[in-house]
């Protein structure tokens, strides 16, 4: 078997689902929560100013946000643009528009779930940071009854859509683990005790930055 057909193999291997695929776009990184703004927004750039370094932690029973976990991640289109002089539409553009997330824990079983995604489009060769539901409201539900009110998941993440030339893709898996704690969210916490959080990034109820005034 010579170079060029193991390549061809390995391209339809990827193309069938056989082994993962990181070679097109991927998630590259579980992103450092922004400080949320004055407004209590949260901006996020097309890259992470940093990486997050920890786990990630929620309250499944947290009722305003119904126990979900967000957060941001990085998102690369390592194609390289094809549109040329000639005015050739660039067919490499890749748009996300769902992920499927696989849960792995000793503790509780939760089913593989798909999520429908408002489209995020990368150009070739660029990133966009995505803010993902990691644990959205079924699963939340799901997680309130964890054995002892605590434990850990692993999520694997998969982003899934597809290139300008029709062409879809899913990426191989991203995974972060989760700490799960049902009651366990105390509003964060301001280093100046005359303080009181009226922000948080991403949201409140999990990991994230707070806003102290």
């Given at each position: 078997m010579n170079a060029r057909t193991l390549a061809a193999l390995l391209l339809l291997a990827a193309a069938t689902g056989c082994i993962d695929n990181s070679a097109t776009v991927r998630l590259s990184a579980a992103c450092f929560p922004p400080a949320p703004n004055?407004?209590?927004s949260c901006s996020y750039p097309a890259t992470c100013d940093s990486v997050m370094l920890d786990n990630l932690g929620v309250d499944?029973?947290?009722a305003p946000t119904l126990g979900t976990l967000i957060w941001p991640f990085q998102a690369d289109n390592q194609r390289t643009d094809n549109a040329n002089?000639?005015?050739r539409t660039n067919?490499?553009?890749a748009f996300i528009t769902g992920f499927k997330i696989a849960?792995?824990?000793s503790t509780i079983a939760?089913?593989?779930i798909s999520l429908e995604y408002t489209t995020r489009t990368i150009e070739a060769g660029a990133s966009q940071v995505l803010s993902i539901p990691v644990v959205p409201v079924s699963v939340a539900t799901q997680l309130a009854g964890i054995a002892g009110g605590k434990g850990s998941v692993r999520a694997e993440i998969r982003a899934t859509g597809h290139y300008g030339d029709g062409q879809t893709f899913e990426t191989g898996p991203f995974s972060v683990v989760i700490l799960v704690s049902v009651g366990g969210w105390t509003g964060g916490t301001?280093?100046?005790i005359t303080q009181r959080v009226v922000a948080f990034c991403p949201q409140p109820g999990q990991t994230?930055?707070?806003l102290c005034k």
């Open positions: 004055a407004d209590g499944p029973s947290y002089a000639d005015g067919t490499a553009t849960y792995f824990s939760v089913p593989t301001c280093t100046d994230g930055i707070p």
